[in-house]
């Protein structure tokens, strides 16, 4: 289903957010009474190697509250075909909830399958390596792994449930791609709000999203790296509440209403890239921070690269790729890119030649760089 605001309208400006955003470390036991205020009977789409770790949980609140309750587990590829598959798994039942458990792709899968039948939506991020459990938004693979369909829900999520408790034993490598998808977040707002750019309603950005995005980056700039050493140990620290706050509702709400920018519009043709297409977005999207910040003229803030070595982030190409990668691919990732709309949301029209451009000049830079530990 499309959103209502199909058509840009330069004069509009909306800011969209969930219904309620909920963080707290065991939170997930109150599942139910999130789920009683929106209905009756849900069905739970989780990762299927998240299930065991959130199913009891999640079935003895939803008992507790009187929630009937349906397990979908979901593995393999998030398509085209992915809401109508589910829905088909579903077959006669008719929950009024869907409870999308996971990372980004059993998230988006839940999605789906309230988008194919018209449900409200719970999302329970188990992993803080993305932002989309707060968005309206859903991306769809092709069968090669490549980003191939951005769709819209009607409304943003009814509940985002954040236990950090769970979060915090997560990966920490997953935690890194979080903060590499939300550090961009207040550079591509500033960058929309600059041109004449349009955010994912297809509306000019307001000024609140863009001051989130903004205290999304201060945020993580002042507790990332101690949230980062905390990742995955299961120790739930002030500042990992923090910065886990900054990854999924600040920057969720940063990007959706605050407009995006180069860093996302390069994941479209990074993936082309031998190795890439298998590192996380939020990988991705740090690089391209880099090359947005190289567009600028600017040098990335010492904080940021700081941040950036601690955590890993890669700095160049050669962070993301083992491979010797000539100009010719690049040209391909770089025509990929700038066929999406988001690169339109620069103070200054883009060319092919600029991407690449930046791209070698980051390359050739890193070549004279020395070394740096952590
Ligand atoms: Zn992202």
Redesign the pocket.
């Known amino acids: 289903m499309n959103s209502p605001l199909t058509i840009f309208d330069a004069e509009l400006k909306v800011f969209g957010a969930p219904g309620r955003y909920v963080q707290g470390r065991g939170i997930l036991h109150r599942i139910g009474d999130f789920a009683h205020q929106v209905g009756r009977s849900a069905v739970l789409v989780a990762d299927v190697h998240i299930l065991p770790l959130v199913e009891q949980t999640i079935r003895s609140s939803c008992e507790r509250s009187g929630i009937s309750l349906i397990v979908l587990p979901f593995q393999g590829r998030l398509g085209p075909q992915t809401g109508g598959e589910l829905a088909a798994m579903l077959g006669a039942e008719t929950p009024s909830i869907v409870m999308a458990a996971g990372g980004g792709r059993a998230i988006d899968a839940g999605k789906a399958l309230a988008d194919t039948r018209s449900l409200r939506l719970i999302t329970i991020p188990t992993v803080a390596s993305?932002?989309?459990p707060t968005s309206k938004n859903y991306v769809l693979y092709d069968e090669h792994e490549m980003l191939l369909e951005v769709r819209h829900l009607a409304r943003n999520p009814d509940f985002v449930v954040v236990d950090t408790a769970v979060l915090a034993n997560a990966p920490k490598s997953m935690f890194a791609a979080g903060l590499g998808?939300?550090l961009?977040?207040k550079a591509e707002a500033l960058a929309c709000a600059a041109g004449r750019g349009v955010t994912m309603f297809r509306s000019r950005p307001t000024l609140l999203a863009g001051t989130i995005a903004a205290a999304c980056y201060d945020t993580l700039i002042a507790h990332g790296r101690a949230a980062y050493d905390a990742a995955g140990t299961g120790e739930v620290t002030g500042s990992f509440e923090a910065a886990v706050e900054a990854m999924i509702l600040m920057?969720g709400l940063g990007?959706e209403s605050g407009g995006?920018s180069v860093?996302?519009a390069l994941?479209r043709g990074l993936p082309l890239l031998p190795g890439v297409v298998a590192k996380p977005?939020?990988l991705q999207?740090a690089y391209g921070l880099v090359v947005h910040h190289r567009l600028l003229g600017e040098a990335m803030p010492a904080a940021l690269l700081d941040l950036y070595r601690h955590a890993g982030l890669p700095l160049c190409l050669s962070d993301l790729t083992s491979t010797r990668i000539e100009r010719s691919q690049l040209i391909d990732v770089a025509q990929a890119s700038i066929a999406v709309p988001h690169m339109l949301n620069f103070p200054r029209t883009l060319t092919v030649d600029d991407l690449v451009d930046a791209m070698l000049a980051i390359e050739a830079e890193t070549i004279r760089r020395p070394a740096v530990a952590n």
């Open positions: 993305n932002d989309a998808d939300a961009s977040k920057a990007f995006l860093p996302h994941t977005h939020g999207v």
